[in-house]
T-cell receptor, first 113, second 111 residues
Framework: DAMVIQNPRYQVTQFGKPVTLSCSQT?????MYWYQQKSSQAPKLLFH???????NEADTPDNFQSRRPNTSFCFLDIRSPGLGDAAMYLC????????????FGDGTRLSIL | QQQVKQSPQSLIVQKGGIPIINCAYE??????FPWYQQFPGKGPALLIA?????SEKKEGRFTISFNKSAKQFSLHIMDSQPGDSATYFC??????????FGSGTRLLVRP
């Protein structure tokens, strides 16, 4: 009964080779988030959507992009991954109302060769 | 002003002990304070949350204490169990739908 599903759970790519991570949700939540989490650190927000309205964090690298084709799905595209992009990538969703909890998926662990 | 400071970085207690994790915030616009629990290889899961109109909230063995004037809040885990060993993150939110996370506390509960 997983509600926020991330695929794949583990992804290996080569330095500079584009990669796409996916997230789907069954909660019908309006807001979706992408976070980057490095070992022993807090999740770092990359961007989020209110419905289809895209909001980029000021310090998100330019080679990170996202698409949300519909309410249920959201994608994270890394155009030219560098070694520093190796991390866990977390997707989360929330209802579009104040003080709502964020529901996280179990993440995709990205390794760069 | 957007930071949330969390301490300690790591904590070891014996089974049955009461670990306490503390967080402090600066932005008075924050009005939502959740705690998340994260196990290795899993995403963070909401544990308990509080709003500034109450000073304490209990859910099972987990209690949040909130001090609005000091801009601090803390998580207490009663009768801690080895299964509680995880990383705990506090967070603060406002009307922007975003959360600012603390740096995390790695808790180990020894049998």
């Amino acid at each position: 009964d997983a509600m926020v599903i991330q695929n794949p759970r583990y992804q290996v790519t080569q330095f500079g080779k584009p990669v796409t991570l996916s997230c789907s949700q069954t909660l019908n939540h309006n807001v979706m988030y992408w976070y980057q989490q490095k070992s022993s650190q807090a999740p770092k927000l990359l961007f989020h959507y209110y419905d289809k309205d895209f909001n980029n964090e000021a310090d998100t690298p330019d080679n990170f992009q996202s698409r949300r084709p519909n309410t249920s799905f959201c994608f994270l595209d890394i155009r030219s991954p560098g070694l520093g992009d190796a991390a866990m990538y977390l997707c989360a969703t929330a209802r579009r109302a104040v003080n709502q909890p964020q529901h996280f998926g179990d993440g995709t662990r990205l390794s760069i060769l | 002003q957007q930071q949330v400071k969390q301490s300690p970085q790591s904590l070891i207690v014996q089974k049955g002990g009461i670990p306490i994790i503390n967080c402090a915030y600066e932005n008075t616009a924050f009005d939502y304070f959740p705690w998340y629990q994260q196990f290795p290889g899993k995403g963070p899961a909401l544990l308990i949350a509080i709003r500034p109109d109450v000073s304490e909230k209990k859910e099972g063995r987990f209690t949040i204490s909130f001090n609005k004037s000091a801009k601090q809040f803390s998580l207490h885990i009663m009768d801690s169990q080895p299964g509680d060993s995880a990383t705990y993150f506090c967070a603060s939110g406002d009307s922007s739908y975003k959360l600012i996370f603390g740096s995390g506390t790695r808790l180990l509960v020894r049998p």
